[in-house]
């Protein structure tokens, strides 16, 4: 089969011929119908020099996977060949408070699992290939009805990241509260659908593209604005003066988060969701009194099904870019341009 491999640390991946592995015991074969291209592959291969992260190489990228069942190993039951699936692509040790709750991005025993702090993709060989080889049925998710692999694989990392951020402040997105929303590409267009889908909340959306502002105003956001213009006004012309009770940053720069910092209000929140490498000077009078500065990281298989179900309801659309698997380095190509909006999914 075909595979779109990080041969050597700091080099292109390519293109290449591996076996299509067989499904031992437990093992679930998927062939992949569709694979997001997402930002963090481009630090895995830009950034990391050997031995940076703790693991092997080579290994076939692509960690916003959906298929169809192709075939299982022995003790895999009720997964047909043909069913279309999601994969949730971390994979921890599936034995550990955090894996038994379904949060297999925060394994306790990375020592136990198929790769430490990685998954599909991410250590392991992933989804930019003609089949994904599944360690264990339990990370393999049916669609529900109406949704398709092409349409669904960036809903398990594009949507699930920023559900998984949204649903946190679930609390504080009343329906008199105002989100806003910083990136309007792969994540931040489904971030906007997500708080408009599961809140009552207002959104303004932020970027730097007229074309990103336009997906923004489609997803759904009550206000977009370009990043260069004054974005602290409109938040606070939004707000009566009181400042963003959320705000999502699917940046991470130096650059949005100190815009973050400078519209949040006091006892909200302000998530960094985007791996831009940006930092948050904290001390007490560095940002508005309590207002909680977090990170996340992915999200839990249980907010997969989740974010599937809204999908499947008509309550989130991913503006999707397909590419073949022979012009795979073409997508990462124009993510890196920053030429895309929505999401690159390629369909081999
Ligand atoms: C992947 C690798 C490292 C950090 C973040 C990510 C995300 O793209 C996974 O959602
Ligand atoms: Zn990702
Ligand atoms: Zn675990």
Redesign the pocket.
């Known amino acids: 089969m075909r595979a779109f491999r990080l041969q050597d640390w700091l080099t292109d991946p390519v293109l290449t011929e591996v076996a299509t592995p067989d499904p031992g015991p437990g093992e679930v074969l998927v062939r992949i119908g569709g694979a997001g291209v ?4 481009l ?2 291969i830009r950034e990391f020099e050997p031995g940076q992260l703790p693991w092997r190489l080579p290994f076939t990228l692509g ?2 996977n959906a298929g169809w069942v192709a075939s299982v190993g022995p003790g895999v039951r009720g997964l047909e060949p043909g069913l279309p699936v999601a994969v949730y ?2 994979w921890g040790c599936g034995a550990c408070d955090r894996c038994l709750q379904g949060v297999e ?1 925060y394994c306790e025993r990375p020592d136990q699992a198929p790769v430490v ?2 998954g599909a993709g ?1 250590g392991l060989d992933g989804g930019m290939a003609d089949y994904l080889l599944v360690p264990s049925a339990r990370h393999v998710v049916p669609l529900p009805d109406g949704l398709d692999p092409v349409t669904a694989a960036p809903l398990t ?2 949507g ?2 920023p559900y998984h951020a949204v649903r946190r402040s679930w609390a504080k997105l009343t329906p008199s509260a105002t989100a806003v929303v910083i990136g309007i590409g792969g ?1 931040g267009h489904l971030a906007v659908q997500i708080v408009k889908a599961t809140t009552a909340a207002r959104v303004v959306a932020v970027d730097t593209r007229p074309e990103a502002l336009e997906l923004a105003r489609r997803s759904g956001a009550d206000v977009a604005v370009a990043a260069g213009d004054d974005v602290a006004a409109v938040v606070r012309d939004e707000t009566a003066g009181q400042g963003a009770d959320v705000v999502l940053d699917c940046v991470g720069s130096d650059a949005t988060l100190s815009l973050a910092v400078s519209i949040g209000r006091v006892l909200g929140d302000l998530t960094i969701v985007g ?1 831009g490498g940006g930092r948050v000077p904290m001390s007490f009078f560095s940002v508005p009194f309590e207002l909680s500065v977090q990170t996340t ?3 839990s298989r249980p907010e997969l099904v989740e974010v599937l179900r809204l999908a499947a309801r008509g309550l989130l659309h991913t503006e999707v870019h397909r590419f073949s698997l022979d012009d795979v380095t073409d997508a990462y190509r124009a993510l890196e341009e920053g030429t895309l909006t929505g999401r690159a999914v390629v369909t081999p």
Not at 38 to 41: A, E, L
């Open positions: 997402c930002h963090s592959d630090h895995v960690h916003e692509g971390p991005t702090q990685g991410l990392d594009a699930l990241t994540l791996l990281y992915w999200g």
